[in-house]
């Protein structure tokens, strides 16, 4: 079911809910927390299926959250449309979509906090345009959770890169929650036999990866070894990262993606073995996110002291 409600107040929206709950088309009861998305006007479906989805597994409220202060709607006059969906519109979550017009976009904070869950965590996720320090935004301050995606920024790798130098307990990138599955990998063959020394990495990925230099900076912390990491040509490999090796005394342990979908994990003395290594989608980041709300301290570590670590390499590589 969707409600639409044009030209309205958060009052209004609020006391729509309130009514909707009411005459059971929805509860409030068991959602768990509430989900601000930051969008554009014209690009929330992408993002509102992605939260339907993963509110299967956190049921939540939503707040899909769009205004473009530069956009060629600033100067219009202020107003504030807004859309309740719920029931088979909202998955187990309840969706506010607000679309806000000049003036009435300048304060965010002011039109999400009357619709806010109350006594439940605040995620707040910016699938594309994010700003610069996203905890100290008017959103990112009234949000426990703070989740970007570097890989839809203008310049992929400056942005995680630059990662470090505005980062707070809370804060995460969807380029380190696609490494999951290649950081669960990598970590059950080093406690395998034999149970070498790595002595070098190399790790290797598409230019449109940020997640291959995500990947490199965890490796340099986690093993203290050099780690060579390098951006492939897009006709060798178009999307996502490529491969990993890692060198040890009894040789080279490789896991290397020939297809998109499928790796092949290649060790000394031992069988190929093909592995399901599927590129991530929206929704699976998004709820695997969502499982802890908790300052994730490991990607604060790799985005940091991981990455000056692999800084130092790069320099003094370039030096020798």
Known sequence: MIIELPDTTVGKIAKALVSVREEGGAVALGRVLTLIIVTRHGAEEEVIEAANDASREHPMRVVVLMSDPHGPDADADPRLDAQIRVGGDAGASEVIVLRAYGAAGNNSESLVT????????????WPRDTPEKPSRSSIGKIAQRRITDAATQPDP??????????????????????????REQLA??????????????????????PSTALLAAWLRLKLDVPVNWTYVDSEEWEHGIKSVRLVRPSGETLLERPAPAIAVLTQPGQPSHDLAFPRRTLRECLAEELRSLDPDLLYGRVITEGWQLLESTVTQEGNG
């Open 114 to 125: 009357g619709l806010l869950l109350p006594d439940a965590p605040v995620v707040a996720w």
């Open 188 to 209: 059950a063959v080093l406690d395998q036999p034999p149970y070498e020394t790595v002595t070098s990495v190399d790790v290797r990925g598409a230019a449109d990866s």
């Open 157 to 182: 790798g400056a942005w995680v890169a630059a990662l470090g130098e505005h980062y707070a307990p809370g804060d995460t990138d969807f380029a380190w929650t696609r490494l999951t599955r290649w």
